[in-house]
């Protein structure tokens, strides 16, 4: 299984349709945050179910939740959050043990607008990065994840 994830775009509508047209023939697409009114426009243009996305403190008004888990065909489960009420910015320990408690053998965050991966006792902490404005010195990304039965692989790709 093929999942697409990304986040912080801050009004970057072309970057996140770059992500579609690159990406349609991924089962999944998460959307980590900070980008909502895109992600509607979007939305309309795809009308796709196959759509996750949580609210980041800049989107305003949202009426989509700060986190959730979504468990997949096979079972696992996956949290992601947009990583502010988490206090990403200092420290994932948290957001981990979030993702233990709930099960999930994946857990996603945006926020920083900086790539990050880690393997955490069984469990992949990723950050896909900023597709719209990164700060981490790199270009604008996202990221991919496969979830197979030989086990879960990630890549961050450039825009």
């Given at each position: 299984m093929r999942i697409v994830v990304f986040s912080d775009t801050h009004g970057n509508y072309s970057a996140m349709h770059k992500i579609f047209k690159r990406n349609g023939d991924a089962d999944l697409f998460i959307f980590l945050g900070d980008g909502e009114s895109e992600l509607k426009a979007l939305k309309k243009q795809y009308i796709d179910s196959?759509?996750?996305s949580v609210a980041g403190?800049?989107?305003?008004?949202?009426?989509?939740?700060?986190?959730?888990?979504?468990?997949?065909?096979?079972?696992?489960?996956?949290?992601?959050?947009?990583?502010h009420k988490w206090h990403v910015k200092f420290s994932v320990d948290r957001l981990f043990f979030e993702a233990a408690d709930q099960g999930c053998k994946i857990a996603l965050f945006g926020h920083t607008h900086c790539?990050?991966?880690?393997?955490?006792?069984?469990?992949?902490?990723?950050?896909?990065g900023s597709a719209g404005c990164p700060r981490d010195g790199r270009p604008a990304c996202y990221a991919w994840i496969d979830v197979t039965d030989g086990g879960i692989m990630y890549n961050h790709v450039d825009l």
């Open positions: 196959r759509i996750l403190n800049c989107d305003m008004c949202s009426q989509a939740p700060e986190s959730d888990v979504c468990t997949l065909p096979d079972g696992n489960r996956i949290f992601y959050t947009h990583g790539r990050y991966a880690e393997y955490r006792d069984g469990i992949l902490i990723l950050n896909p």
